[in-house]
């Protein structure tokens, strides 16, 4: 058979190849390649494509390959019958699977079995080789057996692959933690539109028993526009730190200030970088006459936070420098703006015939045009000063030829 006719053969096979590996690691070719040779070197066969023997992987691969194909097995196996099989017992089987792992790569945890988080920081050091059906089965334990500490590590180290991100958001929305969707926001990538909408529904009006894992949410803004107030009065700080804390801390401020703890959850989806314009309009079209309400109320704050504080600018690097994380999730002037745009394109019948929305948008309309007259005349003084610079340098280069 000619090389043609082989991949022709392998084209037309109606076999669906998987995407994702369950193996969770690539393996390395070259040791395997230099093992290969032909299956019959006596073969007068003229043949473009020759069968090979000798395929071997190295035995450490094909060691972790089975820990985790039989901890899948034992797992699965307990998880049909959810009510006789405790928490201590799954902590047990994953602490078992997860050391027998660091040992056969050599990695070493650093703290001891009955220290506290030690089921934590194992994930944090060889979670990375846990297969795709292995940390499915993880997520799945970890939501049934009410494991969040668990499932919050999980999701920050990046093991939620994607085929798993759509049922982990529903599970998270059933069980009413807001603490852990905010996180999915914050750490998923590759989050689906329906996951989207679902997270946006959520938080636009949630249910009664979604409040108190609210509270937490909160405690991390207080927490950061302290840690901020605190930075900007710092005596040891000065200089360029200084100034980057004064500026988070007015920033943080407005964030937190006067809004709702389902309006600071908000915060992080406008303010994802993952979330585009395209994502984010199919979403909005996606809400009723109350969600839209609340969503415009919560944009009003903002352009009200905005018009009255116009110095306020992001502050990213605050993250890095100063250990202010929540810099990273307030939405900017430009997110905001964005978001009304899209929600006047996508429900302006809407907007229009309804009433109830008339005086929110009246509120609106008046903001903006106080923002966008500002725009301007710092357009107007930014020009200015260009000019004013390119007059001084023509003056300062005729001098100097002089």
Not at 46 to 52: A, D
Not at 303 to 323: D, H, N, T
Not at 349 to 361: D, G
Request: net charge negative; hydrophobic share 40%; proline share 3%.
């Amino acid at each position: 058979m000619s090389l043609l006719e082989v991949i022709t053969k392998a084209s037309a096979n109606p076999i669906q190849l998987t995407l994702e590996s369950n193996y969770p690691f690539i393996l390395n070719p070259d040791p395997i390649f230099l093992n290969l040779k032909p299956k019959n070197d006596e073969s007068n066969d003229t043949s473009l494509v020759k069968r090979v023997e000798g395929w071997k992987i190295w035995q450490n691969d094909s060691d972790i390959i089975d820990l985790g194909q039989i901890f899948f097995k034992k797992l699965k196996r307990n998880l049909k019958n959810p009510s006789s099989f405790g928490k201590d017992e799954f902590i047990g089987i994953l602490n078992s699977y997860l050391e027998k792992n660091s040992e056969k790569v050599g990695i070493f945890v650093g703290v001891d079995s009955s220290e506290e988080g030690y089921t934590r920081k194992l994930i944090k050091k060889v979670g990375f080789l846990m297969s795709r059906q292995v940390k499915g089965l993880v997520l799945e334990a970890c939501t049934v057996l009410e494991l969040w500490e668990l499932l919050e590590t999980l999701i920050v180290c990046g093991l939620v692959e994607r085929l798993c991100s759509s049922n982990l958001v529903h599970n998270l929305i059933e069980q009413r933690r807001s603490d852990l969707i905010c996180l999915c926001v914050k750490h998923l990538s590759d989050l689906q539109t329906s996951d989207v909408v679902s997270i946006l529904k959520y938080f636009l009006s949630p249910s009664k028993g979604a409040y108190s894992s609210m509270l937490s949410v909160r405690k991390e803004w207080e927490s950061q526009a302290l840690l901020a107030m605190e930075k900007a009065m710092d005596k040891k700080l000065s200089g360029k730190k200084l100034n980057l804390a004064k500026e988070a801390s007015v920033l943080l401020m407005l964030a937190h200030d006067e809004f709702s703890n389902p309006e600071l959850c908000l915060h992080y989806l406008l303010a994802s970088s993952n979330l585009d314009e395209v994502i984010l309009s199919s979403c909005i079209s996606k809400l009723n006459g109350s969600e839209m309400m609340g969503l415009i109320q919560y944009l009003g704050k903002w352009l009200k936070k905005y018009e009255r504080f116009p110095q306020v600018c992001p502050c990213p690097k605050a993250s890095s420098m100063l250990g202010l994380k929540a810099c990273e999730w307030v939405p900017t002037l430009e997110d905001i703006v964005k978001c009304l745009g899209l929600v006047v394109d996508e429900h302006f019948s809407s907007l229009v015939l309804h009433p109830e929305f008339h005086e929110e948008l009246r509120s609106i309309d008046g903001l903006v045009n106080s923002l966008a007259l500002e725009a301007r005349l710092c357009c107007s003084m930014a020009n200015l000063i260009e000019t004013l610079r390119t007059e001084v340098n023509h003056h300062l280069a005729a001098l100097e030829s002089d």
